[in-house]
């Protein structure tokens, strides 16, 4: 979630309740959790559209995926040495 912006992080969060917050922020460094609070106060008086809420939201869930699958994919560069040595 670090490569991911601060404020489509907050925006993503904005309906969530206190114990999901503290879920999604636990997973980020004590800096980026800074920021995305300072951008969450900021979202509480802007008047922000739905649509860019959802897009927020798709932009984190398809980043998500993604460093999923690359955690799954480590393997692929952990290649086994043949019985020569050689990889």
Known sequence: MMRIGDREIAMAMMYMQAPERALMLSHLGPEKVRRVREELA????????????????????????????????LGSYLRPRGRDGRR
């Open 42 to 73: 900021l979202h509480e008086r802007l008047a922000i559209r739905y649509d860019d809420y959802l897009h927020a939201v798709a932009l984190v869930l398809r980043n998500l995926e993604v460093a999923a699958t690359r955690r799954t994919a």
